[in-house]
Structures are given as structure tokens and as C-alpha cells.
């Protein structure tokens, strides 16, 4: 079922309903605007990856990636039942877990014909309890999203923009330690970006530093960073 998130998204990019739910080429295309197919996708990128191998060949297309900078959860007994729970979900995404969903488009990214737009968002999610089948399973169900705020809107579509992402951009040579502390990231995602970036071309493995991996930007990428 389609979220509300995803709704109203697409409403945002083609304002009238003759521009979404659109046939291309075999595949159903969340939106067209100005000739350029969008694509919405609040869940995982690697789902959209094989679409994209196909149309980017003669399409001009963008991405649309939703981020939970604030997220307000709503819990209920059953759906429309009694509220249990709300509170504001601790976790707060920002622009640079774009990286932990870039590595599933290591072989698209960058593409002429392909854009990445990463939005920050507020949200709220509506949640019920789910009994767990598993120990390492949710304990609840997410039943809808919605849009409340787009605090930003970036747009993805070189190497450069990639390095634009970044907060601070670490002293060469670095390694994903440095790449964490500098950008106040966890090391996970910090290795994520630096696979990324390194599979785009923004930097290459230059040595290592004890076990670590040092990383330099390649020659002439910084000259277009804003």
C-alpha cells in the first residue's frame, strides 16, 4: 500500500495526476516533470537499482531519497485504535546517510542521465505492536508515514557533489577514523562513504596507516566542491 510520504511526494514533483503513476518502457514511474522520470523511494535503494540499469540508457532520471531528519511517532493498539505511545524518535538521520544507501548504486552512480535528490524531512509515523517471531525482529509494524516539513533539498549528480555532502572535509591522507570524527558519524557509515566516494572517483587508496586504509582525493576533484 502506498504511504502517505510517498503520496505526497509525488504530488510535490507532478502536480497534476496525469504526471504520476506513468508507463515507461515496461515500468510504472512514480513521476514525469519537464520530460525527466522521477522515482520516490523512502525505502532501500537496492530495489530500484535493475530499473535503473535499463532506463538510465535513454532517460533522463532522478531519484528522489526522503531523510527522517525529525521523526514523531505515533503508537496504537490496532490501526485507528486507543494511542499508546508518542514520543520523538531518538534517531536523527542527516545528508551523509545518503552514503548508506549510495553503495547499493556503486555501479550507477554517476551517470549523465541520473540525479539523487536527498531531502531532509520531518515526519510522523504511525506504528502498531507486532508480535515478534524472532529475538532480533521489530516488535512493532510502521502503518503509514507522513510529510510534515522538507527542511532541505539537495541535489546529487557528481563526484563532487558527493563531496559536497560533507561537513568537514577531512586532511589527506585519512582514514575512516578520521573521516568519522571529522564529520560526527558513527565509523560504519563513515567506511560507507568512503567506499562511495572512492567507487565515484572522488578519492583513491593512496597507503595504510596500521591496519587502517588511507585515502587522498584524486587529482582535480576538489576544484569543484562548493
Not at 518502457?25 to 523512502?42: K, P
Not at 537499482?49 to 533522463?60: T, Y
Not at 524531512?121 to 532480533?136: A, D, G, I, L, Y
Request: glycine letters at 4%.
Amino acid at each position: 500500500m502506498e504511504s502517505t510520504l510517498h503520496r505526497q511526494l509525488k504530488t510535490l514533483y507532478a502536480p497534476t495526476s496525469e504526471e504520476t503513476e506513468v508507463l515507461v518502457d515496461g515500468y510504472r514511474i512514480d513521476a514525469i516533470s519537464d520530460g525527466r522520470l522521477i522515482e520516490i523511494q523512502a525505502a532501500s535503494l537496492s530495489s530500484l537499482a535493475p530499473k535503473l540499469k535499463v532506463l538510465l540508457n535513454d532517460h533522463l532520471l532522478t531519484v528522489v531519497k526522503p531523510l527522517a531528519a525529525k521523526k514523531y511517532i505515533i503508537k496504537r493498539q490496532k490501526p485507528d485504535g486507543k494511542v499508546l505511545t508518542k514520543r520523538y524518535s531518538p534517531k536523527k538521520e542527516s545528508l551523509l546517510h545518503l552514503f548508506d544507501e549510495l553503495v547499493h548504486f556503486k555501479d550507477l552512480f554517476p551517470h549523465e542521465n541520473l540525479i539523487i535528490e536527498v531531502l531532509l524531512t520531518e515526519q510522523v509515523e504511525h506504528r502498531v505492536p507486532k508480535k515478534k517471531s524472532r529475538r532480533w525482529r521489530k516488535d512493532y509494524k510502521v502503518l503509514d508515514r507522513e510529510l510534515t516539513e522538507v527542511r532541505q533539498r539537495v541535489s546529487v549528480a557528481t563526484p563532487a557533489d558527493l563531496l559536497g555532502l560533507l561537513p568537514v572535509l577531512p586532511a589527506e591522507p585519512f582514514t575512516t577514523k578520521d573521516l568519522a570524527d571529522g564529520c560526527s558519524i558513527p565509523r560504519w557509515l563513515a567506511q560507507k562513504t568512503a567506499y562511495c566516494l572512492r567507487k565515484a572517483g572522488s578519492v583513491e587508496v593512496t597507503g595504510k596507516r596500521g591496519n587502517a586504509i588511507e585515502y587522498c582525493y584524486t587529482p582535480g576533484s576538489l576544484k569543484e566542491v562548493a
